[in-house]
């Protein structure tokens, strides 16, 4: 069985500081990994996957999440941040299952806002 | 434009009543999803399709009905069994698994059902 766990249910930063926002997951195999955005009454769009090639992932809009598998994380990272950022964030675990395909697990969320 | 449309937007409904929410994307994927988002709680699985004619239940299937006649379309049926409907909803769909967990899946913009 998969898991992942985020952090911190609320990130509050000022515009043009850095973003961090964390992520653990917990995996029986190998596991692939992503990061989407979902603004207010919207559907949720992908930042970025990580599948193995690199354990260093770069998104869209400046959003890039490093895969420590000695450390189970998969943190989210933006140097700077723009008030465009805020929005809500979820970290997804996505596994194999034996007879039903790939499934993906959701976190609970991390609400970024940015602060002018 | 390729994507993913889900109507109605907003939905209200009455209680004992049953309503059906649409679907439809024009990428030409084989599987499709639904999720429902309640705050503070991520996405929960309700049901999946990795093939036309064929749909398995998810983690929180009780209370809601899929049909799958159609690559393209995958509607939900909210019943009246389902004893705490109002939520938002969420459809997506991908290529399949094809034993590989790394696709991800791309997501429409929700219908927010209310239960009056």
């Known amino acids: 069985a998969q898991s992942v766990t985020q952090l911190d249910s609320h990130v509050s930063v000022s515009e043009g500081t850095p973003v961090l926002l964390r992520c653990n997951y917990s995996s029986s195999y190998s596991p692939s990994l992503f990061w989407y955005v979902q603004h207010p009454n919207k559907g949720l769009q992908l930042l970025l996957k990580?599948?193995?090639?690199?354990?260093l992932v770069k998104g869209i809009n400046g959003f890039e999440a490093e895969f420590k598998k000695s450390e189970t994380s998969f943190h989210l990272t933006k140097p700077s941040a723009h008030m465009s950022d805020a929005a809500e964030y979820f970290c997804?675990?996505?596994?194999?299952?034996?007879?039903?395909?790939?499934?993906?697990?959701f976190g609970e969320g991390t609400q970024l806002t940015v602060n002018p | 434009d390729g994507g993913i449309t889900q109507s109605p937007k907003y939905l209200f409904r009455k209680e004992g009543q049953n309503v059906t929410l649409s679907c439809e994307q024009n990428l030409n994927h084989d599987a499709m999803y639904w999720y429902r988002q309640d705050p503070g709680q991520g996405l929960r699985l309700i049901y999946y399709?990795?093939?036309?004619?064929?749909?398995q239940k998810g983690d929180i299937a009780e209370g809601y009905s899929v049909s799958r006649e159609k690559k393209e379309s995958f509607p939900l049926t909210v019943t009246s069994a389902q004893k705490n409907p109002t939520a938002f909803y969420l459809c997506a769909s991908s290529i399949p698994w094809a034993g590989s967990s790394y696709n991800e899946q791309f997501f429409g913009p929700g219908t927010r059902l209310t239960v009056l």
């Open positions: 990580y599948t193995s090639a690199a354990t």
């Open positions: 399709s990795q093939i036309v004619n064929d749909f």
């Open positions: 997804v675990v996505s596994v194999i299952q034996e007879t039903s395909g790939s499934r993906l697990t």
